[in-house]
């Protein structure tokens, strides 16, 4: 099983700062299956980003997501007030897994 | 638009079964792989059960294999899953998610969730 591991835990910044989250796999990912996810209590996730780095429909340019093999980058290059939330990675190269997350709160 | 609604999740003790729904609208259910994750108090989601278009490939995760069944009625847009012998690890949150056509593996909708807490 390909284990995803996220980091930092939690991210603390304010409005329009910069986000840099990690996500580094126990393996090779290989053909780029690497997806972000936006996940906000009580809502549905949201599909941000696939095959590491294209964004998915609907999903602010501010989103972007880069990597490949083992180490993969989610940056939100200017928060806003909506993008507090979980974000979590997913490889669907292997099965399916995902990372147990980083949390990104206001500052 | 797209909208998957789960149902269903309710308390459940130990041993006991409980059968989840989520009914669908805005596309073509038919046309697409569909799939239940699950996401417990405090940890990362957790993928747990495929089904294909036709329903006639499923896959389950090494966990709920043999205790889990995950079926489809396409002329009523609905997605189920057949939960038996729940046990206390078993609490989580349960999502249907759409298969992502140009990424497959991936979700590219989700439904809220229907929470299934199992305890004595």
């Known amino acids: 099983e390909i284990v995803l591991t996220q980091s930092p835990g939690t991210l603390s910044l304010s409005p329009g700062e910069r986000a840099t989250l990690s996500c580094r796999a126990s393996q090779s990912v290989g053909g780029s299956s690497l997806a972000w996810y936006q996940l906000k209590p009580g809502q549905a996730p949201r599909l941000l980003i696939y095959g590491a780095s294209s964004r998915a429909s609907g999903i602010p340019d501010r989103f972007s997501g880069t990597g490949s093999g083992t180490d993969f980058t989610l940056t939100i290059s200017r928060l806003e007030p909506e993008d507090f939330a979980v974000y979590h990675c997913q490889q669907y190269d292997s099965s399916r897994t995902f990372g147990q997350g980083t949390k990104v709160e206001i500052k | 638009e797209v909208q998957l609604v789960e149902s269903g999740g309710h308390l459940v003790q130990p041993g006991g079964s409980l059968r989840l729904s989520c009914v669908v609208s805005g596309f073509t259910f038919s046309s697409y792989n569909m799939n239940w994750v699950r996401q417990a108090p405090g940890k990362g989601p957790e993928w747990i059960s495929y089904?294909?278009?036709?329903?006639?490939?499923?896959y389950y995760a090494e966990k709920v294999e043999g205790r889990f069944i995950i079926s489809r009625d396409n002329a009523k847009n609905l997605l189920f899953l057949q939960m038996n012998s729940l046990r206390v690890d078993d609490t989580a949150v349960y999502y249907c998610a759409r298969d992502f056509y140009q990424s497959v593996g991936s979700f590219d909708y989700w439904g809220q969730g229907t929470l299934v807490p199992v305890t004595a």
């Open positions: 089904i294909s278009r036709g329903g006639e490939t499923t």
